[in-house]
Nanobody, 122 residues
Framework: QVYLVESGGGLVQAGGSLRLSCAAS????????MGWFRQAPGKEREFVSV????????YYTESVHGRFTISRDNAKNTVYLQMNSLKPEETGVYYC???????????????WGQGTQITVSS
């Protein structure tokens, strides 16, 4: 079992930045790919980004390319998502997840956090 706790959400103006953190506990953190999903009000949850177990490969949904950066610190059992130039339509709940990297692309990683709210005001 892997337990995930997100932090760093909040209210930000359009064009601003936030950094999300996700602290993991339980089974070995470095065994898993880690990533982020988000769910806007009234919409389905969507993939945002994933990073492999070693941190040397990462993937992003097209809409965040060049603005978001995912990273991980295996010594601290933590994954980060640096979000720049945020847009109002990116308002929603952001979820941290862990699992096999392929499952991220079908929306089905094994472990999920509870989510953190991000509100981007216009």
């Amino acid at each position: 079992q892997v337990y995930l706790v997100e932090s760093g959400g909040g209210l930000v103006q359009a064009g601003g930045s936030l950094r999300l953190s996700c602290a993991a506990s339980g089974r070995s953190f470095s065994d898993y790919a880690m990533g982020w999903f988000r769910q806007a009000p009234g919409k389905e949850r969507e993939f945002v980004s994933v990073i492999n177990w070693s941190g040397n490969s990462s993937y992003y949904t097209e809409s965040v390319h060049g603005r978001f950066t995912i990273s991980r610190d295996n010594a601290k059992n933590t994954v980060y998502l640096q979000m720049n130039s945020l847009k109002p339509e990116e308002t929603g709940v952001y979820y941290c997840a862990a699992g096999a990297i392929g499952l991220f692309f079908v929306g089905a990683p094994r472990y999920w956090g509870q989510g953190t709210q991000i509100t981007v005001s216009s």
